[in-house]
């Protein structure tokens, strides 16, 4: 920070009355971690203030939030995570991909932990059990991983010839492998075979879309995380271009260009996610609060794109959409 706005920001605490100050020094803290970034959680983070606001909090009012966003830099979670902890927050909220509860869970044992992901948090070690999650540590579990069946079968619906189906990873993934096997069971059930790369640079998707390309994939499904979070538009772009149909777990995959996205609904699990935070802030043990298993599901499909596609999306599939994009 510059001296002059150093100076500025000490002005500006200064003004404030004595009172005011003393109660914002006496309002709990709330620590906020994603991996995602400010810019491509905006819809997120407004569904986490109106689940806190069903519990009586208001940020300003009776409750402040420090912000940490990793905007995608899984390798910066931890630094990220450690300042909160140091800080000594009344809670730690940690949304935006699996990588943020991975990052804060091995840092402390006593400040709590909310968390919303899309992985398995039993199979990744987060909670012992969903039912009992025991220690710091329970959440929002919004099942955007253990959807592949579904989707490929979207898919096949969508192309029923298709026999080679692309699978995008973010390299850095915790939920990479297990995604993998998921989807090859899947594909392999309707007799189609998984065409996989891995993408964790901008250079190493043009590679990656590269790879598809010499492969020749009639279909890609993409993986839900951080990374390509704040690249879905270009990676809609990449797929226009070749003439590839796309599927993700994301809403804002299908809004931002991608033909197809089915998941659960990401904003619903964070503002369940405020919910719980707000309980815990009223005094309510992690331990005691079984992870939520968030199941509002929805189809978007994205007629803009697929007339670019040149594809006709069968009338039943339209009809089973929750949400379509003209």
């Known amino acids: 920070m510059k001296r002059r706005e150093f100076i500025a920001l000490l002005s500006g605490v200064a003004a404030q009355p004595f009172h005011a100050r003393a109660q914002q020094a006496t309002l709990p803290v709330i620590g906020y971690l994603s991996s995602r970034s400010l810019k491509n959680s905006k ?8 689940g806190l606001s069903e519990k009586g909090y208001v940020e300003g009012r009776n409750v402040l939030i420090q912000y940490r966003f990793a905007a995608g830099h899984l390798d910066g979670l ?9 800080r000594n927050v009344n809670v730690i909220v940690a949304t935006g991909g699996t990588s943020s509860v991975l990052a804060v869970k091995p840092i402390t044992t006593s400040i709590p932990i909310v968390f919303a992901m899309g992985g398995d948090p039993v199979g990744l070690g987060v909670v012992e059990s969903l039912a009992r999650p025991t220690g710091n540590v329970t959440g929002v579990n919004f099942l955007v991983n253990g959807l592949a069946p579904k989707e490929i079968e979207l898919l096949h619906e969508l192309l029923p010839s298709a026999s080679l189906i ?11 492998l297990p995604d993998i096997r998921e989807l090859e069971e899947a594909a392999a059930a309707l007799s189609k075979k998984l065409v996989v790369v891995k993408a964790g640079t901008d250079d190493e998707l043009d590679s990656a879309f590269a790879a598809l390309a010499n492969q020749r994939v009639s279909a890609l499904f993409v993986q839900v995380g951080p ?18 149909p796309t599927i993700s777990g994301l809403k804002d995959f299908a809004v931002n260009g991608g033909l197809l996205s089915y998941g659960t609904s990401i904003t619903d699990a964070n503002r369940q996610l405020g919910v719980y935070t707000g309980l815990v802030l009223q005094g309510t043990a992690p331990a005691n609060l079984p992870v939520v298993q ?11 794109t697929a007339k670019a596609l040149r594809l006709a999306i069968p009338s039943t599939l339209l009809a089973r959409a929750d949400e379509i994009i003209e």
């Open 294 to 304: 968030s199941a509002r599901f929805e189809l978007v499909i994205n007629l803009r």
């Open 166 to 176: 692309g699978f995008l990873g973010a390299t850095n993934d915790p939920n990479l």
């Open 43 to 50: 819809d997120i983070v407004a569904a986490f203030h109106q």
């Open 227 to 244: 990374f390509f979070g704040d690249r879905f538009p270009k990676i809609a772009d990449l797929a226009i271009r070749q003439a590839l």
């Open 78 to 86: 931890s630094s990220l995570a450690s300042d909160l902890v140091q």
